[in-house]
């Protein structure tokens, strides 16, 4: 006989996986499951790094988002490995606005989650800044940023504040930044690549208008299953290969 909590407990660990497409029964899980096999039908499954294009096309239900994916800082793959290596040593998820944060999964991982928003207040009120933008540089003076991942889905003022941060010392562990719209998103996210590429810091980024909190969101739990699968053995995050022995 099981008792309530050992079921409990097994459907957990059955729907852990798919637990950022929102999948909790049996009918959604299949459905989450065989929409990314279509996905992988468009999209190559070879690396760490076509693994974030798979997520991107997922997030977005957009083939072509797939090559809109940057990645900066290492070679593609090793930026994926050093953002689930983050999310293996418990660092800190950081996003940019409340939406962002409800999207990022809270399984698979003991990484403390927060928001910026809500922080700075006063250098919003005193400078004109936006309150984004405060936010971050609010958070950054505490130190919050360094080591954790950052991650940047809806305002560009506050991918614009972070690449100013680590133009000034700061180093988070890695950066995840999809920014969206008609002004600044676009120049905001091609200033965090050229930070992430002159100071090595592991960052992935969309080029264009178009990307926002769902996809951001998308995007780090990808680096939160491939932690959960270097846990399990499957994958490697010290090199690209799959260890011997998995399927």
Not at 202 to 231: K, Q, Y
Request: hydrophobic share 40%; with cysteine.
């Amino acid at each position: 006989m099981t008792i309530d909590g050992d079921s409990e407990s097994a459907e957990e660990t059955e729907f852990e996986e798919y637990a950022d497409l929102g999948a909790t029964t049996g009918d959604a899980m299949d459905i989450a499951e065989t929409s990314m096999d279509r996905v992988r039908e468009l999209v190559p499954d070879e690396t760490l790094g076509d693994r974030i294009r798979q997520k991107a096309v997922h997030a977005t239900g957009d083939p072509e988002f797939q090559h809109l994916v940057r990645f900066s800082g290492a070679e593609e793959s090793a930026v994926v490995r050093e953002g689930a290596r983050a999310v293996l040593e418990e660092r800190p998820i950081v996003t940019d606005i409340t939406m962002v944060k409800s999207g990022v999964t809270g399984r698979g991982h003991s990484c403390d989650l927060r928001k910026a928003i809500g922080n700075g207040a006063e250098l919003a009120a005193e400078t004109g800044m936006t309150r984004t933008a405060a936010s971050v540089l609010e958070l950054d003076k505490q130190g919050v940023y360094d080591e954790a991942i950052a991650v940047v889905g809806n305002a560009p003022t506050a991918a614009l504040a972070l690449a100013d941060c680590i133009e000034d010392g700061t180093r988070p562990a890695a950066i995840v930044a999809t920014p969206v719209g008609f002004v600044k998103a676009a120049t905001s996210r091609e200033r965090v690549r050229e930070v992430a590429e002159e100071y090595g810091v592991p960052a992935i980024t969309t080029v264009g208008r178009r990307g926002g909190s769902g996809l951001a969101a998308g995007l780090t739990n990808e680096l939160v299953h491939v932690a959960s699968d270097a846990r399990e053995g499957t994958v490697d995050v010290e090199t690209d290969a799959t260890p011997a022995g998995a399927d």
